[in-house]
């Protein structure tokens, strides 16, 4: 077992404005100049510092090498998700080796796939962190494949940098949550749809697991405590479920003014095809979703989910000049047709936070960097801003996408500011 030691208690800071083929690999990586983050340069002792000195807990760093590990669903149903993130993941950690690496390290990645198996998972988590000595993972993007990943970070003093959307009621002294939690994703779109879309009545569908039944668990709530409404349905299907005429019934009979959809992976493509075809569509039918990003609709088809919503911290058509070079960097790396989906974007900054908080520490030592990691900001982040706050999670500012036909989402509302991350509010539990 690893040593360990307490995290900080929460507080709150300022708001301030806030598998290719080889060869198309190396030429893509050949083509795109590294992404300089602000705030994120080298120190200048850290290349001289000796092993001994940043790594004094046996992780796998040597003089010119740190290893970390990448543990995402290469297979299966929820595959259709996290390819972006293993892409997105690869391309940062790329562009830092071509900026010189860490600490005067290169860092090299083990690459495991969790097939979209709760179980294999975990297992895999065992392997990097007690045989492999990562000194991070990057990975997960179900709540389920996390919560199993969880307890074997927690035993080892390992270091996860999770990426998705999920449902917050957590906090881990050993996972960065890079993507948003409920308060940020769920209420800021649920006001949003009340006000803007005059929403009164909502139906809401998940697939059926942690996430969509947690996240709507505080869906509910907030719709019939905080806003006085009404929900007038509620359903859940199994991951890869694919036949929804069922559920498309109950939908005609309660008439909601919002579907609001939680469904995941590759059920998707079933789910909204099905819909198009019996004849809930955007001109009839208002559908918000925090499930469906870029990376979802290139199965789903951009006709079939064209003028419907997503709530997302991110999309790729953010105009922005942060944003255009990250883009421009990725579809160099994997291809002008290459789209990037929230959560790719925030996988993207995983071993960007990580990178910084290293240097920051002068160590890999995980307990080291999870101290160093409360506060650090990345100014030039593709989504624009956002800062490590001391529960671990990211402040950043919530957005409206409404989908078109070319797959992209044209972004229709902003939070004003930046939410504060409160994975454990007052009122949802």
Known sequence: MRDKDSSGSPSTPDGGAVSLPRRRLMQGLAALPALPLAGMA??????????????????????????????????????????GSIQAEQLAIDQINAAGGILGRKVRVIKEDGASDWPTFAEKSRKLLVNDRVAAVFGCWTSASRKAVLPVFEKENGLLYYPTFYEGLEQSKNVIYTGQEATQQIIWGLDWAAKQKNAKSFFLIGSDYIWPRTSNKIARKHIENFLKLKVVGEE?????????????????????????????????????????????????????????????????????????????????????????????????????????????????????????????????????????????????????????????HLWSRTRVGLAQLDGQFKVVAESPQLIPPNPFPKGYQ
């Open 42 to 83: 080298a120190q200048a002792h850290g290349a001289s510092l000796p092993t001994a000195t940043v790594n004094t807990t046996r992780l796998a760093v040597t003089d010119t090498e740190v290893t970390v590990g990448q543990l995402h669903s290469a297979t299966g149903t929820m595959a259709i998700s996290e390819t």
């Open 236 to 392: 859940y299907y199994p991951l890869g479920h694919t036949n929804f005429n069922s559920l498309i019934n109950k939908i005609k009979v309660a008439r909601p003014d919002c579907i609001y959809a939680i469904v995941v992976g590759g059920s998707n493509v079933a789910f909204y095809k099905q819909l198009k075809a019996a004849g809930i569509t955007a001109d009839k039918q208002f559908l918000l979703t925090i499930s469906v990003t870029e990376d979802e609709v290139l199965g789903i088809g951009g006709e079939n989910i064209a003028g419907f919503y997503a709530a997302m911290k991110y999309f790729q058509s953010l105009n922005n000049a942060n944003n255009k070079q990250f883009v421009d960097a990725f579809k160099a790396r994997y291809g002008g047709k290459a789209v990037i989906g929230d959560v790719t974007q925030a996988a993207y900054l995983g071993p960007w936070l990580w990178k910084a908080a290293v240097e920051k520490a002068g160590s890999f030592d995980i307990d080291k960097v999870v101290a160093a990691s409360p506060g650090i900001e990345l100014k030039t982040a593709p989504e624009g801003y956002v800062k490590v706050d001391t529960n671990h």
